[in-house]
């Protein structure tokens, strides 16, 4: 069977640096407090002139740069996020244009901090089916947009980055080997940004009353995404003939690091195979998984052969996984 492989990897974070101390200063919290239970200890946070397009412009000019591939080589881009430009055009087709992929189809992919494992499950299966030669795959959020730092259960968490990667079909035994794709509205309520959208269009009372930031209901949401992640990573392990003790590495969505170990005991995995950065980045949604793998790439942490597995959850929710030979 054919695969589609990664060919070319990149990621970019705002060079603006939001540390506990200067959250401090903002919310009733401390170093210590955020420490303890998120893992975080500093965030990037996209200046005034940067939108989420621009993020996955400069990950994606890289991951093009390492790919030795031009722009109108890519017939496909995928962008998964949940803080577009706008309504539309789609940060996919701002893209695209920015790129100078004249002849590329582009979408977005509205999975929350799933976005990640959805865009790249997409692009991965019209390489694979022969459909496109190389896609473009990003994840790119700019969650400070949405976050109501007068609330300290969210804007601890919340960050802002890009990644992108580039597939074509594999020559060999790498490539992408599975992916799998959940969803369950019954818990909708427990991540949401409440208005911007049609149910609750701005208004001068949305905005009075916050409605276009993100709600999180953290104790519940822990609960959930600890099962969404061994779910989806027994399954698609169990799937494969796998077991976690065959991974090399594994590289989950940087939500917290309490939610990381929370999941990685269920695996019975030790930490030294777990991919973690959510110290210095946060959670930074869509972009998170892929910006992990870049950092696991250029840290040497990935060899060729070796066997990965990547999994995300989100609001929605959302889940996923993807296991790839790199």
Known sequence: MTHARIIGIGAYAPKRILTNAELGRMVETSDE??????????????????????????????????AQVEPGEIDLIVVGTTTGDMAFPTTANIVQHQLGCK???????????????????????????????TVLCVGAECLSRITDYTDRGTCILLADAAGAVVLRASDGDAGILDTDLYSDGRYGDL?????????????????DKRMHYARMKGNEVFKVAVRMFGDAAERIL???????????????HQANLRIIEAAVKRLKLPMDRVFVNVDRYGNTGAASVYVALEEAWTSKRL????????????????????????
């Open 33 to 66: 407090w955020i420490v303890q239970r998120t893992g975080i200890r500093e965030r990037h946070v996209a200046d005034e002139s940067e939108a989420t397009s621009d993020l996955a412009l400069k990950a994606a000019q890289q991951a093009l740069d390492r």
């Open 103 to 133: 002849s590329a189809g582009s979408m977005d992919v509205y999975a929350a901090c799933s976005g990640s494992i959805y865009s790249l499950s997409i692009g991965s299966q019209y390489v694979q089916t022969g459909k496109y030669k």
């Open 191 to 207: 991540l949401i940004q409440p208005a911007g959208g049609s149910r609750n269009p701005a208004t001068h009372e949305t905005v």
């Open 238 to 252: 169990s799937r494969n003939g796998l077991t976690a003790q065959d991974l090399a590495l594994f590289i989950p």
């Open 303 to 326: 060899n060729p052969g070796d066997l990965v597995l990547m999994a995300a959850f989100g609001g929605g929710f959302t889940w996923g996984a993807a296991l790839l030979r790199w």
